[in-house]
Antibody
Framework: QVQLVESGGGVVQAGRSLRLSCAAS????????VHWVRQAPGKGLEWVAV????????YYADSVKGRFTISRDNSENTLYLQMNSLRAEDTAVYYC????????????????WGQGTMVIVSS | EIVLTQSPGTLSLSPGEGATLSCRAS???????LAWYQQKPGQAPRLLIY???SRATGVPDRFSGSGSGTDFTLTISRLESEDFAVYYC?????????FGQGTKVEI
């Protein structure tokens, strides 16, 4: 079935780095833009980043710009989020999510979500 | 950046009642690129509505979305027990694709 599975979360010290992965299955991964969205404990959803279907376009929230890098490997059906210079305020569940539009004809809403991976940044 | 403000923060209702949730944008949302999501405790969000008024696959028709420009509404016609959750709006046009702060619908 169509699914996204995140991995790579854990406890990390402030200032260090961590890389999250999101494995896609059940659909043609290379045809869809994909996003990272995070949720701090007890808080709302925060959009983090998006990458186009072919990896040519990337956009970030101001809160992570310059520290986080989104990338993808379409041959491996995997999305990544490289997180550097981590801060306590980056502590959250990180979700990957698929855009509901094939290709880049127009933006899409997020129709398929993973179960999330928890990142805890200790100070 | 488009800021989305949801109201009310919490809605206390009973099963069978109707619910009206509001999402107001700080500037016009282009092409009605506005979505609504439902999130239950311990679960990932679920897409309910996209394009301001189109129901996602499998979403019951008691959920409906409306609005344009800067004012959007999610209506739940008759609340069922499984509808008690937190609801978020999101604009997904040009980046950053911000979320509202959420409305909790509680019994």
């Amino acid at each position: 079935q169509v699914q996204l599975v995140e991995s790579g979360g854990g406890v990390v010290q402030a200032g260090r780095s961590l890389r999250l992965s999101c494995a896609a299955s059940g659909f043609t991964f290379s045809s869809y833009a994909v996003h990272w969205v995070r949720q701090a404990p007890g808080k709302g959803l925060e959009w983090v980043a998006v990458i186009s279907y072919d990896g040519s376009d990337k956009y970030y929230a101001d809160s992570v710009k310059g520290r986080f890098t989104i990338s993808r490997d379409n041959s491996e059906n995997t999305l990544y989020l490289q997180m550097n210079s981590l801060r306590a305020e980056d502590t959250a569940v990180y979700y990957c999510a698929r855009s509901n539009i094939v290709g880049a004809t127009r933006p899409g809403a997020l129709d398929i979500w993973g179960q999330g991976t928890m990142v805890i940044v200790s100070s | 950046e488009i800021v989305l403000t949801q109201s009310p923060g919490t809605l206390s209702l009973s099963p069978g009642e109707g619910a009206t949730l509001s999402c107001r944008a700080s500037q016009s949302v282009s092409s009605n690129y506005l979505a609504w999501y439902q999130q239950k405790p311990g679960q990932a969000p679920r897409l309910l509505i996209y394009g301001a008024s189109s129901r996602a696959t499998g979403v019951p028709d008691r959920f409906s979305g409306s609005g344009s420009g800067t004012d959007f509404t999610l209506t739940i016609s008759r609340l069922e027990s499984e509808d008690f959750a937190v609801y978020y709006c999101q604009h997904y046009g040009r980046s950053p694709k911000t979320f509202g702060q959420g409305t909790k619908v509680e019994i």
